[in-house]
């Protein structure tokens, strides 16, 4: 079985500021990892994914994550928070077998302050 | 090429009824994923087709169905509407391979009153 653990459902950071979400997996085989983006009264949007190889992933408008077996970790980060960034960010995990469904943690809501 | 394609995008139905949502695929995806959001029990898996047929599918009673046609598009059907059904749901297709790239559509927003 695997599961998600997305650390505090709601984050605040000023304009400017470092962005750190959080995000813990279990899963009792190498896991696939992801990250996605919701903007109200839409769907999910791809940020970054981690499969196999390098373990520092970059993604789109300036995110990147982390793959840290040890820490069973996968935390999003950004430099320089933009207003833009308002939104709910998702992990999510899976594996490689033939049945592939994504396991979501249950959010982080990010507010980015003026 | 074009995303992935909801509709409708909002639906209203009363208590009983049924309601059938629609997913078209990016084209070239044969795989079609199915997921229920909702404030209290966030993202839930519903089921995955492939070539026509269900390969997995979560933990939901069996008023939640679903088919995908020769096409891949994909149709899910939620029978005897409960207030509970109220949610966002959500398509996601991809390619098989090594990308394993989930892509959403926007999704249905469904409200049973």
């Known amino acids: 079985a695997q599961s998600v653990t997305q650390l505090g459902s709601h984050v605040s950071v000023s304009e400017g500021a470092l962005v750190l979400l959080r995000c813990n997996y279990s899963s009792s085989v190498p896991p696939y990892l992801f990250w996605y983006v919701q903007y109200p009264n839409q769907g999910l949007q791809l940020l970054l994914k981690?499969?196999?190889?390098?373990?520092l992933v970059k993604g789109i408008n300036g995110f990147e994550a982390e793959f840290k077996k040890s820490e069973t970790s996968f935390h999003l980060t950004k430099p320089s928070a933009h207003m833009s960034d308002a939104a709910e960010y998702f992990c999510?995990?899976?594996?490689?077998?033939?049945?592939?469904?994504?396991?979501f943690g249950s959010g982080t809501q990010l507010t980015v302050l003026p | 090429k074009a995303g992935v394609t909801q509709t409708p995008r909002y639906l209203i139905k009363t208590r009983g009824q049924q309601v059938t949502l629609s997913c078209s695929p990016i084209s070239g995806h044969r795989s079609v994923s199915w997921y229920q959001q909702t404030p209290g029990q966030g993202l839930q898996f519903l089921f995955e087709?492939?070539?026509?047929?269900?390969?997995n599918k979560g933990n939901f009673p069996g008023r939640f169905s679903g088919r995908q046609f020769s096409n891949s598009r994909s149709e899910m059907n939620v029978s005897t509407l409960e207030l509970g059904d109220s949610a966002l749901y959500l398509c996601?297709?991809?390619?098989?391979?090594?990308?394993?790239?989930?892509?959403f559509g926007s999704g249905t927003r469904l409200t049973v009153v």
């Open positions: 996601a297709s991809r390619s098989l391979g090594g990308d394993y790239g989930y892509t």
């Open positions: 087709y492939f070539s026509e047929t269900q390969r």
């Open positions: 999510a995990v899976t594996y490689s077998g033939s049945a592939r469904q994504l396991t």
């Open positions: 981690y499969t196999t190889g390098a373990t």
